[in-house]
Structure formats: C-alpha cells, structure tokens
C-alpha cells in the first residue's frame, strides 16, 4: 500500500494549547481513517513543522485524510501551510 505523508506548517497555537498535544491530535486525525506509519515534530527556518506519515489505497483518498487533519489541526492552531505528499521511489512528491 502506497505511503504518504501530511506536512503542516505551524504558525501558533491557540490559546490553552498544550505544544505536546499537538503531534499526537494530529496523528490521532488520521488513524480515524487509515494506519498511521509515523508522526514528528520538527523545526524549520524557525517554525513547527509537524508529519504525519500513513498509508492510502490512492491519492485521493490520501488528499481526503490530509485535509481532514488540517482541519482538525486548525482547531488547535493557526498554520501556514500543508501538503500532501507521496513516497515514489525514495523521494516525497507532491499530490495533486
């Protein structure tokens, strides 16, 4: 089964948002619906940038988990951007 990834830039949380809650919101979000294969946090240019890698049976159906941990991300904090991306021979492609 093919892999995937969403990235989402974090631009702050919300108020009373525990920083530790976030990661594991996040991968929760997406084992609603599939099997979640890793979960990080890292800091880019600055910023927290938070992954959530699972699998799907196709790209649409990973664009539909993306978006549904997006927005249940975006109750607990303001982001800047996110991606969904695909695992094709050793490198992540962007999934349209």
């Given at each position: ?26 991968a929760?979000?997406?084992a ?10 890292s ?28 927005a ?18 050793g ?6």
């Amino acid at each position: 089964m093919p892999s995937y990834r969403v990235t989402m830039s974090i631009e702050s949380l919300h108020p009373n948002i525990a920083p530790a809650s976030v990661v594991p919101r996040a991968a929760a979000a997406a084992a609603e619906f599939t099997t979640v294969e890793a979960s990080d946090l890292s800091i880019v240019a600055g910023a927290a940038r938070v992954t959530v890698r699972f699998t799907a049976d196709d790209a649409a159906t990973a664009l539909q988990i993306g978006a549904h941990v997006v927005a249940d991300l975006r109750v607990v904090a303001e982001l800047r951007a996110s991606l969904v991306t695909e695992r094709v021979k050793g490198t992540w492609v962007p999934v349209r």
